[in-house]
């Protein structure tokens, strides 16, 4: 039979809770975690709240909170990375008897066109039980997420993560913890390779007379 991607939300509470429960195990307590929209379900987010000080996920789309995105005042604008967004926050209670907080990021639509549902901007949410933060810490926060999956691209294109070589998952743990020590010692390297490439680039040679 072809191979089939899992959902993202397969088996990922009772593997949540087995990571976390390990690391405690050894004395290793998780202040914060931040997770995308995968992660956004009630079960993952009770074992998210239980083992770790605060967490960020994004929130996925939901039609109800819709109409009260809409109604909000006071959104105050920041600049982020070079792009102008706007940002708010409430207090939402995502599922029955559960209220979090939820930092709203908005961003005028370029093409000019509006949405059925958000209109004129693109909304973007983050579900967090971090009630001192600003709006603008914690989106910051949560975007730093975006060097990490760099590093699983550099890993899967560059090193070879995406070709397992094994049929067995014990053979290819193996394998992807030894390539992610070769690329961690190998980086110090590369970086000093760039840097000596560099300063020779700024060098010109002299006319001969």
Request: hydrophobic share 35%; with cysteine.
């Amino acid at each position: 039979m072809p191979a089939k991607n899992a959902n993202v939300r397969f088996h990922q509470q009772d593997t949540l809770e087995r990571i976390y429960s390990n690391l405690e195990s050894e004395d290793i307590h998780i202040k914060r975690s931040r997770m995308d929209c995968g992660s956004c379900s009630r079960e993952i987010v009770e074992t998210v709240e239980k083992h770790s000080e605060l967490f960020y996920i994004r929130a996925n789309r939901c039609g109800s909170l819709y109409d009260s995105l809409l109604a909000l005042r006071g959104w105050q604008r920041k600049e982020i990375n070079g792009i102008e967004y706007e940002l708010n926050s409430i207090i939402t209670e995502k599922w029955e008897g559960k209220a979090y907080r939820l930092v709203i990021q908005r961003e005028r639509r370029l093409d000019g066109e509006q949405d059925l549902w958000e209109g004129e901007y693109t909304y973007r949410c983050i579900l967090t039980n971090d009630y001192t933060s600003t709006n603008r810490e914690i989106v910051e926060f949560y975007n730093l997420r975006g060097g990490k999956e760099r590093i699983f691209d550099d890993m899967n294109n560059g090193f070879g993560w995406a070709r397992l070589p094994k049929s067995f998952m014990a053979e290819n743990t193996v394998f992807l913890l030894l390539i992610a020590l070769i690329r961690r010692s190998a980086m110090p390297l590369a970086i000093a390779r760039t840097s000596t490439s560099s300063s020779w680039g700024g060098l010109t040679r002299k006319p001969s007379d």
